[in-house]
């Protein structure tokens, strides 16, 4: 049985669960000791040198990086097929991955810095209604990618719909929830209804009710956060230069672990 080391938070984690519920794929979950803390080891590391969820080991071997863990759940269980066969349709399932683990991710993991955190100061209001401006945009986007269809690849769920459902179901926790009965909302509440979404939104929810004092944790340095590239670039350009330079003064953000 394939263990896939996780944070139910985790959108990238989201995706391979939802993945391996599609095809019924029996999995263990695990999530690291020690994860934004440093001190993760064991296992996981060796799997992911990177230090970061989602890392998958099947049959002793180690898979990191959430594409990637996807492209290896295809290729060994084809059926059902999450792509679809021509290549100009697989492509646009890929570019929606790609829209959603990039500029989608940064919003939402900036929202987290905001109201999970309690960071921002006297620039939470400037990123508030930066955030809420991008995720209007990049919800309009998904609407187009979608047009008149049930699933972003037309009639059958797959890689589009599953790498855009973590983060549109974010957005609602966020208070930026697709209007309803629109396009995009109709297609979240489908895709909820599934037996491989369902259940890893509860989760989330679960993990999202977890985080009471993870804010306190985080000045006590006993929690560091992650910047990687788009989620710098974002906050920098959606007027949080403050959060960043705060947390770099406190030591509390790090951009990645150094492979050893």
């Given amino acids: 049985m394939p263990t896939l080391y996780e944070h139910p938070l985790s959108p990238y984690a989201q995706k391979v669960k939802i993945a391996l519920r599609e095809k019924n794929i029996p999995f263990e979950v695990k999530t690291p000791d020690g994860i934004g803390a440093g001190g993760a080891g064991g296992e996981f590391t060796r799997a ?63 929202m987290g810095e905001l109201l999970w955190f309690g960071r921002g100061g006297e620039a939470k209001d400037t990123i508030l209604a930066h955030a809420k401006a991008q995720t209007e945009k990049l919800q309009g986007w998904l609407t187009r990618q979608l047009g008149d269809a049930d699933w972003f690849a037309g009639k059958n769920f797959g890689w589009g719909d599953l790498s855009a459902v973590p983060y549109v179901a974010a957005s609602i926790r966020f208070g930026f929830a697709p209007e309803k009965g629109s396009p995009l909302s109709n297609w979240l509440d489908r895709a909820m209804r599934r037996d491989s979404v369902a259940p890893t939104l509860a989760e989330s929810e679960t993990g999202a009710g977890d985080m009471g004092n993870i804010a306190e944790l985080l000045e006590q340095g006993l929690f560091k956060r992650e910047y990687r590239d788009h989620r710098l670039e974002w906050m920098m350009r959606s007027g949080g230069v403050p959060v960043v330079l705060d947390g770099l003064e406190k030591g509390n953000i790090r951009y990645s672990y150094e492979i050893e």
């Fill in 48 to 110: 992911n040198p990177r230090a970061e969820v989602p890392a998958l080991i099947d049959e002793g071997e180690g898979i990191f990086d959430s594409t990637i863990i996807l492209e290896y759940i295809e290729d060994k269980w084809p059926s059902p097929a999450l792509l679809p066969a021509d290549p100009a349709a697989r492509a646009k399932q890929r570019m929606i991955e790609e829209i959603c683990d990039t500029q989608y991710e940064a919003i939402n993991w900036g």
